[in-house]
């Protein structure tokens, strides 16, 4: 199949952050199996900003199926507006099918899923929390690297879930019948505080990485001072204020359901992603 044929077959996947920890990941499998995408970013040969509505419709042109995930998160205000505004144009555009990334715990993510599941459109929703890539990948990898996690809410469990689960049960969604109306809510198969997903961390790679519980404030200015981004700080200052209360640790049955396998443990992500040396430290670091 040519460029040409791929932009313009119905069979094409649109993989919205398709350069993301999510969407990269689903947007690699497919190519891997030979299905044609087309990457939803910015910075794509056909560019797709959440920001500027004027380039929704030629992402979706051509389109049949989408995989959503909203940035940086379906909790901000306006997601559930750019949503429904994405929903009404794939349909207008023929799309058939969306599989939605969703926020366990979040109301406004719930809300968002309202508006997916009435779109007309066949629709999946994949529901998450706290993955475990947020400490190689994300804001916490650097506290990794510099021996010392600082964070709030240390004694909550949280049953991370794996990037790589959620893009299998994402891809499974995408490109097999028997999903359509499924909600799969994702964990990992046990909870861990977050000083024991340090102390998980610290394990798998044989070295001292401390945790330092932090009030909400010290927290803020811990990020700040990272150079975090704005958006990103008060994301994470609401995800741990209000999402990490508790109310998502109880572990779920999603990733089997979807997959008909247990999901993937931390201190396997761990034991791996310290082999890759990702979180490797020079001697005078």
Known sequence: MTNKDTANSANTILVLGGTGKTGGRVAARLTASGVPVRIGSRTAAIPFDWTDRATWAPALAGIGTVYLSYQPD???PGAPADIKALTVQAVAAGVRRIVLLSGRGEPEALECEAIV??????????RCAFFAQNFSEGAFADYILAGEVALPSGDVPEPFVDAEDIAEVAVAALTCDGHTG???EL????ALTFAEATAEIARATGREIAFIPLSRAEFVASLTSYGVP???????????GTVLDGRNSATTDGVFRALGRAPRDFADYAR??????????TADA
């Open 230 to 240: 704005g958006d990103e700080v008060s994301l994470l200052d609401y995800l741990f």
């Open 272 to 281: 791996d992603v310290a082999n890759s040396g990702v979180w490797s430290v």
């Open 74 to 76: 379906l909790a901000v």
């Open 182 to 184: 499924q909600v799969y």
């Open 187 to 190: 964990t990992g198969p046990r």
């Open 117 to 126: 599941r009435d779109s007309g459109l066949e629709w999946t929703v994949v």
